[in-house]
């Protein structure tokens, strides 16, 4: 990876190029009718480019945007279950974003475009040892990710603060770029194997070498089709101390209320 970066009075430049390499790996599955799959792949190479541009209007004030391409290899399970040659994964991201400050208050907001010429796309066919069991095969498709994000912290005095965000993204497939009608039977499915909004909230104290915080995560909009609720409150604790320049001991508690939850589903 090699960048560059060029700064023109309140305007900043950052141009870069990333090689990226996949090597060769090899293996197999059996399915329960002991069928052996290959999950052999070819090597991959190819060069990326990118984009950031920021603007300061002054020292609280900014806005910024970016491109860069997109390339991923197939991994070993695609290259398995492919429906026919699989191309990489080849696309274009953009983002476009405000950060500000006033006062006590911090914020900011962005919106991000990830437009992809031929993502991995999944259906289920039936399978050739059983036409009752359902297989899932992998073909090249085309598609749009959309999400946005906002930001807000808010510093009360030296000891305590307040942090938040939300974060939204939404998929959309391009059927005609598939390779088969039955495409429909899971990507038509996509954005409700996921959920659709994610709320973070965090109540910090710090003095001194001490410092520790309540972090709360809020997920909505889950299809009770396929999760076990439409929303999930997960509560965390971590407390960190200093003991001096080169040691810190903290503290984690993961789920505190051992909340069972889940944040994706998956269909075959």
Not at 84 to 91: A, I, V
Not at 130 to 158: C, H, M, R, W
């Amino acid at each position: 990876f090699v960048q560059d970066k060029i700064t023109m009075d309140k305007l900043t430049v950052v141009p870069g190029i990333r090689y990226n390499y996949y090597g060769k790996n090899s293996g197999s599955s059996t399915s329960n009718k002991d069928v052996t799959t290959s999950m052999n792949t070819d090597s991959y190479s190819h060069a990326t480019l990118g984009l950031f541009t920021n603007y300061d209007f002054d020292k609280d004030h900014s806005v910024y945007a970016s491109w860069s391409q997109v390339y991923n290899a197939p991994f070993a399970q695609d290259i398995a279950n492919k429906a026919n040659p699989l191309e990489p994964e080849k696309g274009n991201a953009y983002t476009l974003g405000y950060s500000g400050k006033i006062s006590k208050s911090t914020f900011g907001i962005n919106y991000t475009l990830t437009k992809m010429d031929n993502t991995f796309g999944r259906f289920s066919v039936p399978s050739e040892e059983d036409p009752e069991i359902y297989k899932a095969k992998t073909t090249n498709v085309k598609s749009d990710v959309t999400s946005i994000g906002l930001t807000y912290n808010y510093q009360f005095d030296d000891n305590w603060s307040i942090n938040s965000a939300y974060s939204h993204a939404k998929t959309e497939i391009d059927l005609h770029k598939g390779t088969s009608a039955e495409l429909t039977t899971t990507d038509d499915l996509r954005n409700s194997l996921h959920y659709n909004n994610k709320y973070t909230t965090g109540i910090n104290y710090e003095a001194g070498k001490f410092s520790t915080g309540l972090d709360f995560t809020y997920y909505t909009g889950m299809d009770t089709r396929f999760f076990s609720d439409n929303q999930f409150l997960i509560l965390d604790w971590h407390a960190n101390y200093k003991v001096n320049e080169n040691c810190n001991a903290y503290a984690l508690v993961n789920n505190i209320t051992n909340r069972a939850y889940e944040t994706k589903a998956v269909a075959v």
